[in-house]
């Protein structure tokens, strides 16, 4: 998808196609400086002549939750990024658990994911809009911290990501 970013950001994209280089090959990116990528992944194999990697081939900036595919890369390894294997990768809970916003999950519905479209793997929402969002999704719930522990209470901050599919009408912990 991108041969070489450099302090830009690359967010909510991905790559299905079969990368082959000589030098700095990912799945997705070939060389990351100082740049960010967030919510992005790859499916597509990965060759190449110089020790080629999984999502992203050279990093030194920053890659926040994204993955690879790998058994369909054929890289367990990558400078960037975390590997899943196909089926991980086909799950929703992968993404959700990493805050990634689907349609009728999210704030913008910006993914989706199955409704036979993309080999079971996350799609943009835009790409078919007229699609329903995941079904039968349970609430994600993150505990951030607790403090305050007595013998009779504790006090919790925690984060909900989505309230599910269908949506819950009430929530709360």
Not at 110 to 130: K, M, T
């Amino acid at each position: 998808l991108v041969g070489y970013n450099r302090e830009s950001t690359l967010s909510n994209s991905y790559s299905t196609a079969e990368v082959e280089g000589h030098i700095y090959v990912g799945g997705l990116v070939g060389s990351n400086e100082d740049g960010t990528i967030s919510f992005c992944y790859s499916t597509g194999s990965v060759e190449g002549s110089s020790n080629p990697k999984g999502l992203v081939g050279v990093n030194s900036g920053d890659v926040l939750y994204s993955f690879w595919d790998t058994e369909t890369s054929g890289r367990t390894y990558s400078s960037g990024g975390t590997g899943k294997t196909t089926l991980e990768m086909k799950n929703i809970y992968t993404f959700t658990d990493d805050s990634w916003d689907f349609k009728d999950l999210g704030y913008d519905g910006i993914w989706n994911i199955g409704n036979d479209r993309n080999s079971g793997y996350p799609y943009l929402a835009w790409e078919h809009p007229d699609d329903t969002g995941p079904a039968d999704v349970i609430p994600t719930v993150f505990i951030e911290s607790h403090s305050e522990v007595t013998e009779g209470s504790l006090t919790v901050n925690l984060t909900i990501t989505n309230i599910g599919n269908p949506n819950a009408t009430q929530h709360g912990a």
